[in-house]
């Protein structure tokens, strides 16, 4: 019972901030994953300035922008370690593989799902997908590093 109240959310908690030190890592190695992150950043900031310097008020905006930012860090770095982490507790999956695995092909849904497969994806598209895969993989590793190797308690002694 203690490892469902202070384990796994801290667990989860720490490979979430690995998620996002991995996803500055993915910047700085892809380009096409440095300018989805910096070159939306600058454009969000430019679009903003611009609207207060014409005298609207940038706010509806800019709760608007950091709503689908804050929707988006949910999709990729929160959700897929949860859910994973929750799925390993209940089918006792003790894999590092598997955990790393299923995170990461869970945080790479998000842009296969934006694209629901109408076309194939172009090479910047893919960079991106294979980052946020990469990225999700690792946070599943930093999870399964803390918790998930014990994951589902321990099995009974075989006689």
């Not at 598209?125 to 946070?139: C, K």
């Amino acid at each position: 019972m203690l490892r469902w109240i202070v384990l796994i959310p801290f667990a989860c908690l720490v490979a979430m901030g690995a998620g996002v030190f991995f996803l500055g890592v993915a910047s700085f190695a892809s380009p096409a994953v440095a300018m989805l992150i910096g070159g939306g950043i600058e454009r969000l900031v430019d679009i903003l300035f611009g609207l207060a310097e014409s005298g609207v008020d940038p706010g509806p905006a800019a709760q608007a922008a950091f709503a689908l930012i804050a929707r988006l860090g949910l999709a990729i770095i929160v959700a897929p370690v949860v859910l994973v982490a929750v799925g390993s507790e209940l089918f006792r999956l003790r894999s590092g593989l598997l955990q790393s695995g299923f995170t990461g092909l869970l945080a790479a849904l998000l842009p296969l799902a934006m694209l629901r497969l109408s076309r194939a994806p172009s090479t910047a598209e893919i960079q991106i997908i294979s980052g946020l895969f990469l990225v999700g993989a690792a946070t599943g590793f930093v999870y399964w590093l803390i918790a998930g190797r014990g994951a589902g308690g321990e099995r009974p002694a075989q006689a």
